[in-house]
C-alpha cells in the first residue's frame, strides 16, 4: 500500500514529530523516504531542516532521501508528490507560524485540498514522549457515500500491518437530516431510518476488506459529526483516524472545511486524510 513516502517539512517541532511517524511507517511498510522542504530564503538553511529531519530515521533504520524545493508550499509538495509517484505525504499539521496547539496550518489545509495522494497529518506535541507510529487502535469513519469508502482499504491494511484494532464509525446527526428549523422536532421513525442507514454505511465500510487478521468493531452514535467523532476518539482511545477528504453533501460532510477540517483542529491524534478521486 506504501512504497514511497513523502515527508514534507518546513523547521517546526510539529514538522519533526511528523518526520517520526513518517519514518517509523515506512519502516513498517519497507517503503521508500524522502524529506523535501520548500524554502525561498537561504539554500544553507533548508538544507540544514533536511539533515536534521534526516537524522531522525537513523533510530528506525530507513535511508532517506532529500530534496530542498522551491515554490509555494502545498502546490510544490502536491506537485512533487503526483510526479515522484508517493503513495503517502505526512506533514506536521502545525506550521512554523502556529501559535495554538491544535491550529491547522495554513500550508496543510492547502496541501489536503491539492493533493491526489493521502496525506497523513501529524499534529503538534513533545517529541521526546510521543510514542510513534505505535497505532494499536485505528478509526475509519464513513457517512456512506462512495468517497467515504475509500478509507476502507487504508484503514484495514494499517490495522493489520500494526496488529491493531479497526473501529468503523458512522454519526448521525439527526439536526443536519432534520433542518436546523424544524421547530416540531423529528419522529421516532425518522430516526430509525438514520441509525438504520448509519448501520448499513458501517457494514458496506468493512464488508470489501479481509478482517480476518485483524479485530473489526462497528458502531453508529448520534451527535454532530465532528464532536461526535472526537468523543469517540477519546473514549476508545483511538491511535490514528483515517477519513476521507469529502462526503455525501448531506451527511457527514460536504468539503475539508467541514467535518474533516474540523475534526483536524479539534482531535490531538494523528489523521490520515484520503484525498483524490
Not at 497529518?121 to 467515504?148: F, H, K, N, Q, R
Not at 477519513?243 to 483542529?265: D, F, I, K, P, Y
Request: with cysteine; proline share 2%; net charge negative.
Amino acid at each position: 500500500m506504501f512504497d514511497d513516502v513523502l515527508i514534507a517539512v518546513d523547521g517546526s517541532e510539529c514538522a519533526r514529530r511528523a518526520a517520526k511517524h513518517g519514518f517509523e511507517l515506512a519502516a513498517r511498510y519497507d517503503a521508500e523516504a524522502t524529506v523535501v522542504t520548500v524554502y525561498g530564503g537561504a539554500d544553507e538553511r533548508g538544507r540544514a531542516v533536511l539533515d536534521e529531519t534526516a537524522a531522525l530515521a537513523t533510530d528506525v533504520g530507513v535511508p532517506v532521501e532529500s530534496e530542498l524545493l522551491s515554490g509555494k508550499p502545498a502546490s510544490t509538495i502536491a506537485g512533487r508528490a503526483a510526479d515522484g509517484g508517493a503513495d503517502l505525504v505526512v506533514v506536521g499539521r502545525q506550521g512554523r507560524s502556529g501559535v495554538a496547539k491544535r491550529i491547522l496550518g495554513s500550508v496543510t489545509e492547502r496541501l489536503l485540498r491539492r493533493s491526489d495522494v493521502p496525506v497523513l497529518t501529524v499534529p503538534a506535541g513533545d517529541i521526546e514522549d510521543d510514542t510513534g507510529a505505535d497505532y494499536g487502535t485505528v478509526l475509519a469513519t464513513t457517512d456512506g457515500s462512495e468517497v467515504a469508502e475509500r478509507v476502507a482499504p487504508y484503514g484495514a491494511d494499517i490495522a493489520r500491518r500494526f496488529g491493531a484494532t479497526l473501529h468503523a464509525l458512522s454519526v448521525v446527526d439527526i439536526q443536519a437530516e432534520a433542518g436546523v428549523f424544524n421547530a416540531g422536532g423529528v419522529g421516532k421513525e425518522f430516526v430509525e431510518r438514520l441509525e438504520t442507514r448509519g448501520r448499513q454505511a458501517v457494514d458496506d465500510l468493512v464488508d470489501g476488506i479481509d478482517t480476518a487478521d485483524f479485530e473489526v468493531r462497528t458502531s453508529v452514535v448520534r451527535g454532530t459529526a465532528h464532536d461526535a467523532i472526537a468523543d469517540y476518539v477519546d473514549d476508545e482511545g483511538v491511535d490514528l483516524l483515517v477519513m476521507s477528504s469529502e462526503g455525501q453533501t448531506n451527511l457527514a460532510g460536504q468539503q475539508l472545511g467541514t467535518v474533516t477540517g474540523r475534526v483536524l483542529r479539534s482531535v490531538d491524534r494523528p489523521v490520515l486524510v484520503v484525498t483524490g478521486d
